[in-house]
């Protein structure tokens, strides 16, 4: 009949083409004059038939031979720069997305809870030089060319991501969470096209310029809004720990949840703990900090911890409750030199759109309206506001 493989570098489509066909498997068995357990191994890729039960396989299901089992197309191998702060690499079983910035290809990997809603666009196989992995893609070379990468803690901006390849299918963003200040470090490092960010200057009462100008060294970069949202502390839902200040949250009963000191709603909770006297330390915190705010809204779901800083959009969706402590505006940072591309053309197209700006009305806690205004142009020397060009 044939002999037990590994179909390295073949496949077997007998089943999708069989059930299109509208036949059962033991029909085709009957017709092809196989036992039905010769052709479920056929089917499930542990046989290769000899070139007779392929004959009569393609015969019965009117079709081709090289239907039936395709030549797959070898891998492409593709050596990429693995970015500073994105964890361990792990050979031979992580998936990542790729894009290229400045001239050079980044591999970010897709891993914990974000990783399996997008498709890889490759598995690293081996290390390269250091700081450096070989890829086998998954997907051809020419997609990876629209690919925008975009560092930020705000999950709306996988949302902005869907209606960017909805409404401009050529492109693709890639939402990498990471904190904020995590988000400016890499973009000037070069492993980010965009950056997202919501660090608050309560010296200056300024919202993310004087932390962008920290961050990138006087590189020239356009600031633009996406949305005001309401910072804070997030709560179980119907507030069990009766928390109506913080000063409640000194209560050594109580477990808080901290965040990254690169969190914008980390460093408000901080800072507003400091306008009352009341120290950091003297929060009775847990021995673990959450990575991003939705970490910290399904551990408060879930009733493992009674409080942890966060944001009000977030609260909502998981039906948390709130204590308010200040209102911010999250930023998007882009390189000057990536002004005018299209594809970042049609993000800022998208990010200004109404579409957009309704939806996220309707998840609630945003106030949208800012949307894709231009807050600022940062230069080595000098910074034009708004409407400057």
Known sequence: MGRRVELEGWESRVREIRQHRGLSQAELARR???????????????????????????????????DLFPVRAPSRLLEAEWPLRAGLIQPGALRV????????????????????HIAADGRVVEGGRPGRVQVALLIP?????????????????????AHLEERFPAYRLRWIPMNSRSALQALARGELHIAGTHLWDPVRGEDNLPAVRRALAGRPVAVFAMARWVEG???????????RRLQDLTRPDLRIIG?????????????????????????????????????VA??????????????????RAFGLAFLPLAESRYDLVIPEELLGTPEVEAFLEVLSSRRFREELEAIGGFDPRPAGTLVARLSRLYTRSKGGK
């Open 32 to 66: 092809s004059g196989l036992s039905r357990q010769a052709l479920s191994a056929i089917e499930a890729g542990r046989y290769l038939p000899n070139v007779a039960v392929a004959l009569r396989l393609a015969q019965v299901l009117s079709c081709r031979v090289e």
């Open 141 to 161: 070379p020419s997609m990876l060319e629209r690919t925008l990468f975009i560092g930020g803690c705000n999950p709306a901006l996988a949302l902005l991501a």
């Open 97 to 116: 997305c790729l894009g290229r910035v400045g001239g050079r290809w980044i591999a970010w990997p897709l891993h914990e809870m974000w990783g399996f």
């Open 298 to 315: 399904a551990a408060l779901a879930a009733r493992m911890a009674d409080a942890g800083p966060g944001v009000l959009p977030v609260a």
């Open 259 to 295: 965040r990254e000191g690169g969190a914008g709603s980390q460093r408000v909770l901080v800072w507003q703990l400091r306008r009352e006297g009341i120290p950091a330390s003297a929060l009775p915190g847990l021995r673990w900090q959450a990575r991003d705010h939705l970490t």
């Open 233 to 243: 502390v997030m709560l179980p839902p119907g507030n069990p720990g009766r928390i």
